[in-house]
């Protein structure tokens, strides 16, 4: 029995460019010179794999696949799901099955750092069987925080979006400064890392006048009463201030910053970090507040691509399918920062067992002493993965985003009880 | 002493289009045949007339005026200022005063409906007086709520972004879905009327499985039973569901349904309609949910225009300037719909005090009769004017918005005390 069909899995949140990295995945499979006999997708990520239930990318003609490679989410579905350590085998046992019933002997997993856990633990799981599946890793997530590539696919756009919006919101505020003074607050995504916070510092541009004024980030604990005095002062200065808030700021304590608040049934509601910010101001300083959370927008916007995210997005997915068919099981592409301007990279090899579940947090010469802003040197090194953009196709007046049509992969097993 | 000053002033909350009004009128004005001797513009608006805080535009030339139509804020400022009735006079005396001192001929003021009402007063105090002043209204607001206008210079961009915006985010949830079903809310403008967050309708092209799901307008009261029924609905079907909720919806009591929460010092705390629609799906029907409010980034986002809106926003600048110099005091240059489909329209004067305060709420007939949703005559009305798109110069990745730099007058007067 030949192993030789090539399955793709999406893994974690999506971005605006991860069907991209699935159209190039398939394109260069097929590019394989008759190596690679069939080309599937789970549905909805490794959960769709258990469930047996998989996507024959046949159908996919060129055009349409021309098609996904410009449109945002995850065409095939994602899922989040971590592999358990602690259910005797079962879920191990069961993807192997689905990998036997299909011949899969390639596996390529686009995900963040869970994702390189679990490609790990699967190309270790197939040499102990003795199988000869090979698990390559791809990187994507908007987060940035994949720890062994210079930045993560999805990153760039989402920069390049953030950082937009900083820009235009900071020039409407600007307009109508009034008496009171007046504060606009930005919530973008950072659980854990405040990379796309720092990416909305690319709108000031270096001038501490224009938006963002400050900028928080989770690296950083926040100081109320430093940053009350920076509102303060800032909007003393220009009559309105600009902040950018990761979602995961967190206080002296180390616990998050999240709102908590009770609704009219004494129920306690979790809010986000950029409201609390919102009313803290307002509480204190009296000053008007807007507040803006771009949420899944921020990570879906396909009529603002990055062309450099874009083309790495790319990249990855063509490496993978190199390194899958080379038998470089276990390896993740990763983007090396080869110079910084003009801006120019490469992709290498990483081993996911060296950066499984690690988290790259910003490092410390990127964030403001006083940890109210991020540095030059933080903008220096995001500026490239923002350059470039990409016309899209446009229908009546909205981007031409259509779903690809598909067939299910017929199942040959049981269903799976998990 | 010749009145051959024109001088131009923004009110309210500004748009991505307003500068292009601006540059407009700026450029018409200096082709009358040296008729307009000079052009200022009033630094944040109205106010600005009053502290004789006024711009002396001849400093733009015209690439800054180029760079000026496709920035998105107000350049020249703007403010929220209604002209008092009770005030013995002392604001119309001023105004009328700096007016003099700078031999303003004609006034345009770019507004809303508020707007219109204070041309229609001034020029009647005008003719009053024996002024020569000719003062005529510009009209913009994203709201798209003005009376004697099929559309509002402002409305299509930020309509073209949020059905955009609905459009990616989505494609996005659609990625995700989860066992436990998930639901995704985005909050638009419009305190008093649903134009905009009919206009992300637009995003699902008349297909019941994609988002917008639910379109809450404030013109419908809100009915909490049937919204969490057809949210079941969706979710059981799709797993997942997607809404849009205009700021301003309303409860069958008439009033809004922001949210009335207590912070941890019992201070009594009011959000956005979206978080208090969220949470109660969350509360009622235990799904996840995420929410999005895009605020000042649905009037601001000049990276992805409407070539329509950009092209009305103009039109309205020069037609505003032909009747000034016309004497067409308190008058405002509407458009007229001419025809759908191919989209034709064309601009005719309308008198402002016959549309003063008035505000244009979405007809019924826009309104599904459930309430959660608007028809498809509301897509047909609103589709022409997000069509086209307008390419951005870029700089570093980013939009080049550049603030222009401009003289300002010297003050004649004594200081506003007001």
Avoid at 10 to 33: E, F, L, M, P, Y
Wanted: hydrophobic content about 45%.
């Amino acid at each position: 029995m030949t192993y030789d069909t090539l399955l793709y899995a999406h893994s974690g949140g999506v971005t605006a460019v991860i069907n991209a990295t699935a159209a190039a995945v398939i394109d260069a499979a097929r590019r394989q010179g008759g190596r690679v006999g069939r080309v599937l997708a789970a549905h909805r990520g490794i959960g769709g794999v258990l469930r047996e239930d998989l996507i024959d990318t046949a159908a996919l003609d060129t055009a349409a696949l021309e098609r996904l490679a410009r449109t945002p989410g995850g065409a095939f579905g994602s899922c989040r799901f971590d592999l358990p350590r602690d259910d005797g085998g079962v879920v191990m046992d069961r993807l192997f099955a689905v990998f036997d019933a299909h011949r899969v002997g390639w596996l390529l997993y686009n995900g963040g750092n869970g994702s390189m856990d679990a490609v790990a633990r699967l190309q270790a799981e197939a040499r102990r069987r003795g199988h000869p599946l090979v698990c390559v890793g791809v990187p994507k997530t908007v987060d940035n925080d994949i720890v062994g590539t210079d930045c993560c696919p999805g990153f760039g756009s989402a920069a390049k979006y953030v950082a937009t919006s900083m820009l235009e919101a900071g020039l409407d505020i600007a307009s109508m400064v009034g008496a009171k003074g007046s504060v606009f607050v930005m919530e973008v995504m950072g659980r854990n890392t405040g990379w796309l916070a720092a990416a909305t510092a690319l709108a000031a541009g270096g001038d501490p006048d224009r938006a963002p004024h400050i900028v928080l980030v989770p690296e950083a604990s926040f100081d109320e009463a430093a940053f009350l005095a920076r509102v303060q002062a800032v909007t003393e200065r220009l009559g309105h201030c600009t902040v950018t808030v990761s979602e995961g700021i967190r206080g002296a304590d180390g616990g998050p910053l999240m709102e908590k608040s009770r609704d009219a049934r004494g129920y306690v509601q979790l809010g986000g970090a950029g409201l609390a910010v919102a009313r803290l101001i307002h509480e204190r300083l009296g000053y008007k507040f807007h507040w803006a959370i771009p949420d899944y927008m921020q990570r879906s916007a396909g009529h603002w691509l990055s062309a450099t995210d874009r083309e790495q997005a790319q990249a990855v997915g063509l490496a993978a399918v190199d390194y899958a068919l080379a038998g470089q099981g276990g390896m993740m592409p990763g983007i090396r920062r080869l110079q910084a301007e003009p801006y120019a990279w490469e992709i290498e090899a990483v081993d996911t067992a060296l950066i499984a579940n690690l988290e790259r947090k910003l490092p410390s010469e990127f964030i403001a002493a006083d940890g109210l802003h991020v540095t030059a040197a933080a903008c220096e090194y995001i500026r490239p993965l923002i350059m470039g953009e990409v016309t899209q196709s446009v229908r009546a007046g909205l981007p031409d985003y259509r779903p690809c049509g598909w067939a299910k992969v017929a199942v040959r097993l049981p269903p799976w009880a998990g």
